[in-house]
Protein backbone atom coordinates (compact mmCIF):
# COMPACT_ATOMS: atom_id res chain seq x y z
CA UNK A 1 0.00 0.00 0.00
CA UNK A 2 1.43 3.30 -0.81
CA UNK A 3 0.13 6.79 0.11
CA UNK A 4 0.49 10.18 0.83
CA UNK A 5 0.00 10.45 4.49
CA UNK A 6 1.84 13.74 5.91
CA UNK A 7 2.88 13.86 9.38
CA UNK A 8 3.61 16.88 11.86
CA UNK A 9 7.39 16.57 13.19
CA UNK A 10 8.10 16.62 17.19
CA UNK A 11 11.10 18.63 17.99
CA UNK A 12 13.49 17.51 20.10
CA UNK A 13 16.52 18.51 22.61
CA UNK A 14 19.89 19.06 21.57
CA UNK A 15 23.22 18.93 23.45
CA UNK A 16 24.02 22.58 24.66
CA UNK A 17 27.45 21.77 25.10
CA UNK A 18 28.68 23.87 22.15
CA UNK A 19 26.07 26.31 22.57
CA UNK A 20 22.58 24.41 20.84
CA UNK A 21 24.75 21.98 18.75
CA UNK A 22 24.35 18.17 18.02
CA UNK A 23 27.09 16.24 19.35
CA UNK A 24 27.53 12.99 17.30
CA UNK A 25 30.41 12.06 18.22
CA UNK A 26 31.68 9.28 16.53
CA UNK A 27 28.06 7.34 16.74
CA UNK A 28 26.22 6.58 14.08
CA UNK A 29 23.26 9.05 13.16
CA UNK A 30 20.56 8.01 11.03
CA UNK A 31 18.41 10.12 9.02
CA UNK A 32 14.75 8.76 9.35
CA UNK A 33 13.15 12.36 10.44
CA UNK A 34 13.94 16.49 10.12
CA UNK A 35 16.22 16.36 13.21
CA UNK A 36 19.80 17.08 11.39
CA UNK A 37 17.79 19.28 9.10
CA UNK A 38 18.76 22.72 8.55
CA UNK A 39 16.10 25.16 7.95
CA UNK A 40 17.69 27.61 6.03
CA UNK A 41 17.03 31.33 5.03
CA UNK A 42 17.87 33.84 3.08
CA UNK A 43 17.19 36.76 5.28
CA UNK A 44 19.37 38.22 7.89
CA UNK A 45 17.45 39.18 10.03
CA UNK A 46 16.87 35.01 10.95
CA UNK A 47 19.87 35.06 12.31
CA UNK A 48 20.60 38.62 13.99
CA UNK A 49 24.27 39.46 13.12
CA UNK A 50 25.55 35.65 11.92
CA UNK A 51 26.18 35.56 8.19
CA UNK A 52 23.32 34.51 6.48
CA UNK A 53 22.78 30.91 5.22
CA UNK A 54 21.13 29.55 1.65
CA UNK A 55 20.75 26.49 3.42
CA UNK A 56 17.08 25.33 1.60
CA UNK A 57 16.30 22.16 1.29
CA UNK A 58 14.64 21.16 -2.04
CA UNK A 59 14.04 18.13 -4.49
CA UNK A 60 14.36 15.11 -1.37
CA UNK A 61 11.97 13.53 0.40
CA UNK A 62 11.51 10.41 2.87
CA UNK A 63 10.67 6.86 1.70
CA UNK A 64 11.12 3.32 3.55
CA UNK A 65 13.65 1.18 2.44
CA UNK A 66 13.65 -2.32 1.20
CA UNK A 67 12.52 -5.46 2.58
CA UNK A 68 12.90 -9.10 1.59
CA UNK A 69 10.20 -11.50 3.24
CA UNK A 70 11.06 -14.79 3.90
CA UNK A 71 9.14 -16.97 1.24
CA UNK A 72 8.19 -19.52 3.88
CA UNK A 73 7.32 -19.56 6.95
CA UNK A 74 9.86 -19.93 9.74
CA UNK A 75 7.56 -21.30 12.66
CA UNK A 76 4.40 -23.01 12.30
CA UNK A 77 2.36 -25.33 14.67
CA UNK A 78 3.06 -28.80 14.49
CA UNK A 79 2.71 -29.89 17.97
CA UNK A 80 -0.67 -31.28 19.73
CA UNK A 81 -0.84 -28.47 22.20
CA UNK A 82 -0.41 -25.80 19.30
CA UNK A 83 -3.69 -24.01 17.92
CA UNK A 84 -1.31 -21.41 16.02
CA UNK A 85 1.76 -19.38 16.49
CA UNK A 86 0.74 -16.12 17.17
CA UNK A 87 2.65 -13.15 18.50
CA UNK A 88 6.12 -14.05 18.64
CA UNK A 89 9.24 -12.23 20.01
CA UNK A 90 13.11 -12.79 18.96
CA UNK A 91 16.32 -11.73 20.70
CA UNK A 92 19.95 -12.90 20.14
CA UNK A 93 21.24 -14.34 23.40
CA UNK A 94 24.49 -15.81 24.21
CA UNK A 95 24.68 -17.51 20.77
CA UNK A 96 21.58 -18.39 19.82
CA UNK A 97 18.50 -16.61 18.12
CA UNK A 98 15.75 -17.41 20.81
CA UNK A 99 11.87 -17.15 20.53
CA UNK A 100 8.93 -16.66 22.73
CA UNK A 101 5.59 -17.27 21.31
CA UNK A 102 1.94 -16.98 22.43
CA UNK A 103 -0.28 -20.09 21.35
CA UNK A 104 -3.80 -21.94 22.78
CA UNK A 105 -5.19 -25.25 23.36
CA UNK A 106 -6.60 -26.54 20.49
CA UNK A 107 -9.46 -28.21 22.31
CA UNK A 108 -9.84 -26.83 25.57
CA UNK A 109 -12.85 -24.42 25.36
CA UNK A 110 -12.45 -21.97 27.16
CA UNK A 111 -8.74 -21.88 25.53
CA UNK A 112 -6.00 -22.44 27.77
CA UNK A 113 -3.51 -20.24 26.54
CA UNK A 114 0.44 -20.12 27.29
CA UNK A 115 3.95 -18.73 26.44
CA UNK A 116 6.00 -21.15 23.91
CA UNK A 117 9.86 -21.34 23.45
CA UNK A 118 11.97 -22.42 20.53
CA UNK A 119 15.57 -21.67 20.06
CA UNK A 120 17.63 -21.88 16.73
CA UNK A 121 21.28 -21.06 15.37
CA UNK A 122 20.92 -19.13 12.70
CA UNK A 123 17.15 -17.40 13.23
CA UNK A 124 16.31 -19.60 10.21
CA UNK A 125 15.79 -23.62 11.44
CA UNK A 126 13.88 -23.35 14.52
CA UNK A 127 13.68 -26.22 17.17
CA UNK A 128 11.75 -26.27 20.03
CA UNK A 129 12.87 -28.17 22.85
CA UNK A 130 11.15 -29.65 25.40
CA UNK A 131 11.69 -27.96 28.65
CA UNK A 132 9.39 -30.08 31.12
CA UNK A 133 8.25 -27.24 32.78
CA UNK A 134 3.87 -27.12 32.56
CA UNK A 135 2.02 -30.11 32.34
CA UNK A 136 -0.21 -30.20 28.98
CA UNK A 137 -2.38 -33.75 28.57
CA UNK A 138 -0.25 -35.00 32.14
CA UNK A 139 2.84 -34.36 30.25
CA UNK A 140 5.57 -32.03 30.93
CA UNK A 141 7.21 -33.19 27.80
CA UNK A 142 6.23 -30.06 25.87
CA UNK A 143 7.94 -26.47 25.09
CA UNK A 144 5.66 -24.81 27.59
CA UNK A 145 7.36 -21.71 29.54
CA UNK A 146 4.57 -19.89 30.90
CA UNK A 147 0.83 -19.59 31.82
CA UNK A 148 0.39 -17.13 34.13
CA UNK A 149 -0.98 -17.01 37.66
CA UNK A 150 -3.16 -20.15 39.17
CA UNK A 151 -6.36 -17.74 38.25
CA UNK A 152 -5.25 -16.62 34.91
CA UNK A 153 -8.49 -18.00 32.36
CA UNK A 154 -6.45 -16.73 29.41
CA UNK A 155 -3.79 -14.06 28.16
CA UNK A 156 -2.05 -13.08 25.50
CA UNK A 157 2.48 -12.64 24.89
CA UNK A 158 3.66 -8.96 24.48
CA UNK A 159 7.40 -9.38 24.83
CA UNK A 160 10.36 -10.83 26.63
CA UNK A 161 13.77 -8.42 26.58
CA UNK A 162 16.80 -9.00 28.39
CA UNK A 163 17.07 -5.64 31.51
CA UNK A 164 20.91 -4.68 31.63
CA UNK A 165 20.03 -2.94 34.84
CA UNK A 166 18.57 -5.81 36.74
CA UNK A 167 19.88 -8.09 39.15
CA UNK A 168 20.60 -11.53 37.79
CA UNK A 169 17.03 -13.11 38.77
CA UNK A 170 15.21 -10.78 37.27
CA UNK A 171 17.20 -10.47 33.85
CA UNK A 172 14.68 -11.53 31.33
CA UNK A 173 11.03 -9.32 31.90
CA UNK A 174 7.72 -10.31 30.05
CA UNK A 175 4.72 -8.25 29.64
CA UNK A 176 1.52 -10.02 28.88
CA UNK A 177 -2.56 -9.43 29.34
CA UNK A 178 -4.41 -11.56 31.25
CA UNK A 179 -8.01 -12.56 31.93
CA UNK A 180 -7.82 -13.51 35.39
CA UNK A 181 -10.71 -15.03 37.84
CA UNK A 182 -14.35 -15.42 36.92
CA UNK A 183 -16.67 -18.52 36.31
CA UNK A 184 -17.01 -20.79 33.63
CA UNK A 185 -20.81 -19.82 32.11
CA UNK A 186 -23.01 -23.21 33.01
CA UNK A 187 -24.81 -23.06 29.98
CA UNK A 188 -22.84 -22.31 27.17
CA UNK A 189 -19.32 -22.92 29.02
CA UNK A 190 -17.58 -20.80 26.16
CA UNK A 191 -16.52 -18.28 28.25
CA UNK A 192 -15.77 -17.25 31.85
CA UNK A 193 -18.08 -14.99 33.41
CA UNK A 194 -16.54 -11.69 35.76
CA UNK A 195 -13.35 -12.23 34.73
CA UNK A 196 -11.54 -9.46 35.16
CA UNK A 197 -9.01 -8.29 32.37
CA UNK A 198 -5.18 -6.92 33.32
CA UNK A 199 -1.98 -6.25 31.89
CA UNK A 200 1.04 -7.92 34.12
CA UNK A 201 4.34 -8.46 34.08
CA UNK A 202 7.44 -11.42 34.73
CA UNK A 203 10.31 -11.86 35.57
CA UNK A 204 12.73 -15.04 34.88
CA UNK A 205 16.80 -15.65 35.74
CA UNK A 206 16.96 -17.68 32.34
CA UNK A 207 14.17 -16.59 30.45
CA UNK A 208 12.44 -20.06 30.58
CA UNK A 209 11.65 -19.76 34.63
CA UNK A 210 9.19 -17.13 35.21
CA UNK A 211 7.50 -15.58 38.41
CA UNK A 212 4.86 -13.06 38.12
CA UNK A 213 5.17 -9.62 39.40
CA UNK A 214 2.45 -9.23 42.14
CA UNK A 215 1.78 -5.89 40.92
CA UNK A 216 -1.24 -4.97 38.28
CA UNK A 217 0.77 -2.85 35.46
CA UNK A 218 -2.85 -1.63 34.23
CA UNK A 219 -6.00 -2.33 35.65
CA UNK A 220 -7.88 -3.17 32.03
CA UNK A 221 -7.39 -6.11 29.30
CA UNK A 222 -5.28 -4.27 26.12
CA UNK A 223 -5.22 -7.16 23.60
CA UNK A 224 -2.61 -8.04 20.88
CA UNK A 225 0.98 -7.62 21.33
CA UNK A 226 2.13 -4.99 23.72
CA UNK A 227 5.97 -4.15 24.06
CA UNK A 228 8.07 -3.01 27.39
CA UNK A 229 11.96 -2.45 27.22
CA UNK A 230 14.39 -0.42 29.80
CA UNK A 231 15.46 2.64 28.24
CA UNK A 232 19.16 2.97 29.75
CA UNK A 233 18.92 6.99 28.79
CA UNK A 234 16.06 7.79 30.23
CA UNK A 235 16.75 5.50 33.30
CA UNK A 236 13.06 4.15 33.04
CA UNK A 237 11.35 1.18 31.85
CA UNK A 238 8.72 1.99 29.09
CA UNK A 239 5.69 -0.14 27.35
CA UNK A 240 3.63 0.55 24.53
CA UNK A 241 0.40 -0.97 24.49
CA UNK A 242 -2.75 -1.21 22.56
CA UNK A 243 -5.51 1.91 23.47
CA UNK A 244 -8.10 3.67 21.54
CA UNK A 245 -8.42 7.28 20.36
CA UNK A 246 -11.26 9.95 19.62
CA UNK A 247 -12.18 12.40 16.97
CA UNK A 248 -15.22 14.38 15.54
CA UNK A 249 -15.22 16.64 19.13
CA UNK A 250 -15.95 20.53 19.48
CA UNK A 251 -15.41 21.74 22.76
CA UNK A 252 -16.11 25.59 22.05
CA UNK A 253 -18.99 27.18 22.39
CA UNK A 254 -22.55 26.35 23.52
CA UNK A 255 -23.29 23.94 20.77
CA UNK A 256 -20.45 21.38 22.23
CA UNK A 257 -19.95 18.15 20.27
CA UNK A 258 -18.99 14.76 21.95
CA UNK A 259 -15.72 13.03 20.64
CA UNK A 260 -16.39 9.52 18.35
CA UNK A 261 -14.16 6.57 19.18
CA UNK A 262 -11.54 6.69 16.35
CA UNK A 263 -10.61 3.18 16.50
CA UNK A 264 -7.17 0.97 17.85
CA UNK A 265 -4.15 3.42 18.33
CA UNK A 266 -1.12 3.41 20.07
CA UNK A 267 -0.62 4.09 23.83
CA UNK A 268 2.46 4.86 26.21
CA UNK A 269 3.43 4.17 29.84
CA UNK A 270 6.37 4.49 32.14
CA UNK A 271 7.85 3.11 35.01
CA UNK A 272 10.82 3.48 37.48
CA UNK A 273 10.87 0.05 39.02
CA UNK A 274 9.18 -2.30 35.92
CA UNK A 275 5.70 -2.40 38.99
CA UNK A 276 3.89 0.53 39.27
CA UNK A 277 3.16 2.44 35.89
CA UNK A 278 2.18 5.55 34.91
CA UNK A 279 -1.55 5.98 33.01
CA UNK A 280 -0.90 5.79 29.25
CA UNK A 281 -1.12 8.63 26.77
CA UNK A 282 -1.64 8.37 23.43
CA UNK A 283 1.85 8.52 21.11
CA UNK A 284 0.77 6.85 17.05
CA UNK A 285 -3.03 6.95 16.08
CA UNK A 286 -4.96 7.19 12.97
CA UNK A 287 -5.81 10.70 11.95
CA UNK A 288 -7.32 12.40 8.65
CA UNK A 289 -4.51 11.22 6.26
CA UNK A 290 -4.78 7.47 7.29
CA UNK A 291 -8.80 7.57 6.22
CA UNK A 292 -11.32 6.26 8.86
CA UNK A 293 -11.22 3.08 7.48
CA UNK A 294 -7.62 2.79 9.34
CA UNK A 295 -6.52 1.60 12.67
CA UNK A 296 -3.11 1.58 14.39
CA UNK A 297 -1.96 -1.06 16.86
CA UNK A 298 0.50 -3.98 17.51
CA UNK A 299 3.08 -1.37 18.22
CA UNK A 300 6.31 -3.55 17.91
CA UNK A 301 8.55 -1.26 19.80
CA UNK A 302 11.93 -1.73 18.41
CA UNK A 303 15.40 0.21 19.98
CA UNK A 304 17.65 0.17 16.85
CA UNK A 305 20.78 -1.60 18.47
CA UNK A 306 23.28 -0.14 15.89
CA UNK A 307 22.67 4.01 16.32
CA UNK A 308 22.42 6.68 18.65
CA UNK A 309 18.79 8.61 19.51
CA UNK A 310 16.86 5.69 17.39
CA UNK A 311 13.64 3.82 17.99
CA UNK A 312 10.83 2.39 16.21
CA UNK A 313 7.92 1.53 16.46
CA UNK A 314 6.39 -0.84 13.74
CA UNK A 315 2.43 -0.21 14.29
CA UNK A 316 0.12 -2.52 12.19
CA UNK A 317 -2.07 -0.60 10.09
CA UNK A 318 -5.38 -2.74 9.97
CA UNK A 319 -7.78 -1.49 6.65
CA UNK A 320 -11.00 -2.46 8.26
CA UNK A 321 -12.66 -3.04 5.22
CA UNK A 322 -10.42 -5.34 4.04
CA UNK A 323 -9.67 -7.29 6.70
CA UNK A 324 -5.86 -6.83 5.46
CA UNK A 325 -3.11 -5.72 7.89
CA UNK A 326 0.73 -4.02 6.90
CA UNK A 327 3.43 -2.59 8.69
CA UNK A 328 3.62 0.57 9.02
CA UNK A 329 6.99 2.86 10.87
CA UNK A 330 6.82 5.79 13.20
CA UNK A 331 10.31 7.17 14.93
CA UNK A 332 11.30 9.00 17.49
CA UNK A 333 15.00 10.47 18.61
CA UNK A 334 14.25 10.45 22.40
CA UNK A 335 11.59 7.28 23.04
CA UNK A 336 8.79 9.58 24.14
CA UNK A 337 7.45 11.70 21.29
CA UNK A 338 6.56 9.77 17.70
CA UNK A 339 6.31 10.59 14.26
CA UNK A 340 5.50 9.24 10.65
CA UNK A 341 7.87 10.55 8.65
CA UNK A 342 5.92 8.65 5.47
CA UNK A 343 2.71 6.98 5.24
CA UNK A 344 3.80 3.86 3.22
CA UNK A 345 4.25 0.39 4.70
CA UNK A 346 7.16 -0.97 5.35
CA UNK A 347 6.18 -4.24 4.94
CA UNK A 348 3.33 -5.12 2.97
CA UNK A 349 1.34 -9.03 2.81
CA UNK A 350 2.35 -10.99 -0.06
CA UNK A 351 0.60 -12.45 -3.02
CA UNK A 352 -3.08 -14.28 -2.46
CA UNK A 353 -1.21 -18.10 -2.32
CA UNK A 354 1.74 -16.77 0.19
CA UNK A 355 1.34 -17.42 3.81
CA UNK A 356 1.43 -14.00 4.97
CA UNK A 357 -1.43 -12.58 2.16
CA UNK A 358 -3.73 -11.09 4.60
CA UNK A 359 -1.65 -10.17 7.39
CA UNK A 360 1.72 -9.04 8.87
CA UNK A 361 2.59 -7.87 12.53
CA UNK A 362 5.47 -7.20 13.12
CA UNK A 363 7.01 -8.13 16.09
CA UNK A 364 8.88 -6.24 18.79
CA UNK A 365 12.76 -6.02 18.75
CA UNK A 366 15.02 -5.45 15.50
CA UNK A 367 17.09 -8.37 15.64
CA UNK A 368 20.90 -7.92 14.09
CA UNK A 369 22.00 -10.72 11.78
CA UNK A 370 25.02 -9.68 10.99
CA UNK A 371 26.88 -6.09 10.17
CA UNK A 372 25.21 -5.87 6.93
CA UNK A 373 21.39 -7.25 7.74
CA UNK A 374 18.96 -6.63 9.98
CA UNK A 375 15.39 -8.33 9.90
CA UNK A 376 12.08 -7.92 11.74
CA UNK A 377 10.20 -11.29 12.71
CA UNK A 378 6.35 -11.37 12.36
CA UNK A 379 3.20 -12.90 12.83
CA UNK A 380 1.93 -13.74 9.12
CA UNK A 381 -1.68 -14.77 8.26
CA UNK A 382 -3.34 -15.44 5.87
CA UNK A 383 -6.91 -15.11 7.50
CA UNK A 384 -8.69 -11.16 6.79
CA UNK A 385 -8.84 -9.64 10.81
CA UNK A 386 -12.44 -8.93 10.03
CA UNK A 387 -14.00 -6.87 7.26
CA UNK A 388 -16.08 -7.83 3.84
CA UNK A 389 -14.57 -10.90 3.42
CA UNK A 390 -13.82 -12.57 7.11
CA UNK A 391 -15.66 -15.79 7.26
CA UNK A 392 -15.50 -17.54 10.97
CA UNK A 393 -15.58 -20.92 9.39
CA UNK A 394 -12.39 -20.07 7.13
CA UNK A 395 -9.11 -19.30 9.80
CA UNK A 396 -6.43 -20.48 9.62
CA UNK A 397 -3.69 -20.87 12.10
CA UNK A 398 -1.03 -17.95 12.16
CA UNK A 399 2.70 -18.44 11.49
CA UNK A 400 5.88 -16.89 12.00
CA UNK A 401 7.61 -14.91 8.85
CA UNK A 402 10.49 -12.31 8.77
CA UNK A 403 11.43 -9.49 6.59
CA UNK A 404 15.32 -8.81 6.05
CA UNK A 405 16.63 -5.47 5.65
CA UNK A 406 20.27 -3.66 5.23
CA UNK A 407 21.82 -2.47 8.07
CA UNK A 408 19.84 1.06 8.71
CA UNK A 409 18.01 1.03 5.70
CA UNK A 410 14.38 1.79 7.45
CA UNK A 411 13.50 5.26 6.61
CA UNK A 412 15.67 7.32 4.27
CA UNK A 413 16.02 10.52 2.15
CA UNK A 414 15.40 10.22 -1.17
CA UNK A 415 15.99 12.11 -4.20
CA UNK A 416 14.80 11.08 -7.24
CA UNK A 417 16.55 13.97 -9.72
CA UNK A 418 18.38 16.49 -8.11
CA UNK A 419 18.23 17.32 -4.50
CA UNK A 420 19.80 19.13 -1.33
CA UNK A 421 20.03 19.54 2.46
CA UNK A 422 22.28 20.97 4.63
CA UNK A 423 22.65 19.80 8.09
CA UNK A 424 22.68 21.88 11.81
CA UNK A 425 25.47 22.24 13.25
CA UNK A 426 27.57 19.06 14.29
CA UNK A 427 30.47 18.02 16.30
CA UNK A 428 32.21 14.92 15.53
CA UNK A 429 35.12 12.72 16.79
CA UNK A 430 37.15 11.01 14.14
CA UNK A 431 38.76 11.50 10.85
CA UNK A 432 36.42 10.18 8.02
CA UNK A 433 32.57 10.72 6.83
CA UNK A 434 30.84 7.09 5.61
CA UNK A 435 27.29 7.42 4.33
CA UNK A 436 24.95 4.55 3.76
CA UNK A 437 23.89 5.37 0.02
CA UNK A 438 21.72 3.26 -2.44
CA UNK A 439 21.34 4.13 -5.72
CA UNK A 440 17.72 4.24 -7.34
CA UNK A 441 17.75 5.53 -11.15
CA UNK A 442 21.24 6.37 -13.62
CA UNK A 443 23.69 8.74 -12.42
CA UNK A 444 23.08 8.14 -8.76
CA UNK A 445 25.41 10.43 -7.21
CA UNK A 446 25.94 11.55 -3.80
CA UNK A 447 28.48 14.35 -2.70
CA UNK A 448 29.08 16.18 0.58
CA UNK A 449 30.61 20.29 1.50
CA UNK A 450 32.10 21.04 4.46
CA UNK A 451 31.25 23.97 6.20
CA UNK A 452 32.27 25.92 9.77
CA UNK A 453 29.25 26.91 11.73
CA UNK A 454 29.76 30.79 11.42
CA UNK A 455 30.20 30.79 7.90
CA UNK A 456 28.55 30.29 4.37
CA UNK A 457 31.62 29.47 2.03
CA UNK A 458 32.82 25.69 2.36
CA UNK A 459 36.32 24.71 3.57
CA UNK A 460 38.58 25.22 0.66
CA UNK A 461 39.53 21.50 -0.55
CA UNK A 462 36.12 19.96 0.97
CA UNK A 463 33.51 22.16 -1.61
CA UNK A 464 31.18 19.76 -3.54
CA UNK A 465 33.82 20.62 -7.06
CA UNK A 466 36.58 18.71 -4.93
CA UNK A 467 34.20 15.95 -3.62
CA UNK A 468 34.73 12.24 -5.58
CA UNK A 469 31.03 11.31 -5.52
CA UNK A 470 29.39 8.16 -4.43
CA UNK A 471 27.45 6.20 -6.93
CA UNK A 472 27.69 2.51 -5.95
CA UNK A 473 25.33 0.38 -3.16
CA UNK A 474 27.24 1.25 0.02
CA UNK A 475 26.89 0.67 3.72
CA UNK A 476 29.92 2.50 4.42
CA UNK A 477 30.85 4.59 1.31
CA UNK A 478 33.72 6.68 2.43
CA UNK A 479 33.02 10.44 1.29
CA UNK A 480 36.94 11.22 -0.37
CA UNK A 481 38.05 15.30 -1.93
CA UNK A 482 40.52 15.56 -4.22
CA UNK A 483 42.99 16.34 -1.41
CA UNK A 484 42.02 13.08 0.82
CA UNK A 485 39.64 11.93 3.38
CA UNK A 486 40.95 13.23 6.16
CA UNK A 487 38.74 15.81 8.07
CA UNK A 488 41.19 15.39 11.42
CA UNK A 489 41.72 19.60 11.65
CA UNK A 490 37.24 19.56 12.08
CA UNK A 491 37.23 17.02 15.06
CA UNK A 492 35.59 18.46 17.91
CA UNK A 493 34.58 21.80 16.16
CA UNK A 494 31.32 23.01 14.74
CA UNK A 495 30.48 22.04 11.69
CA UNK A 496 27.79 21.66 9.40
CA UNK A 497 27.47 18.81 6.08
CA UNK A 498 26.11 20.17 2.93
CA UNK A 499 24.49 17.32 0.78
CA UNK A 500 24.26 17.13 -2.63
CA UNK A 501 22.32 14.18 -4.50
CA UNK A 502 20.83 12.81 -7.58
CA UNK A 503 18.99 9.11 -7.80
CA UNK A 504 19.58 8.13 -4.43
CA UNK A 505 18.72 7.65 -1.47
CA UNK A 506 20.71 8.43 1.84
CA UNK A 507 20.02 6.54 5.43
CA UNK A 508 22.96 7.27 7.63
CA UNK A 509 26.18 8.77 8.50
CA UNK A 510 28.73 8.20 10.68
CA UNK A 511 32.43 10.25 11.53
CA UNK A 512 35.05 7.35 12.11
CA UNK A 513 38.69 7.38 13.34
Known amino acids: ?45 CYGDRPRFADWLHGIKWCVGRTEKSPHPLLEADRPWESGVYWNCVIRDGGKFRMWYFSHDPVIVPKASYVCYAESDDGVSWRKPEVNLVKWNDSSRNNIVFTGLPETRSMELGNVFIDPSAKPDERYKMIYSAFEGGTLDPVG ?76 SVGRIESSDYRHWTSSEIVVAPDFYDGLT ?75 LDNAHCALYSRSDTTPHGGINYDPDQVHPPKVGRAVFKRDRIIGIESSGQGAFSTRTLVFDGRRLVLNVEPIGPDAQVSVEILPSDQEQPVQGYAFQDCLPLSN ?22 VRLRVRMNAARLYAFQFLT
Open 473 to 494: DELDGEIRWKSGADLGQWAGKP
Open 1 to 45: MNSSRAAVPTPLPVSEDFGGVIVVGSHRQLLFDDFFMSRGCLNPS
Open 294 to 368: VDLYNPSYSPYPAAQRSHFLFPSAMEQYEGRVMVDVAVSRDNVHFMRPVRQAFIVPGEPTSFDSMGIYASPGIVS
Open 189 to 264: KTKFIGASGVLRGAYSPDGLHWTVYNEKFQPSYSDTQNSATYDPVLGKYVAYTRTRSLYGGIHAGDDAVADVVRGR
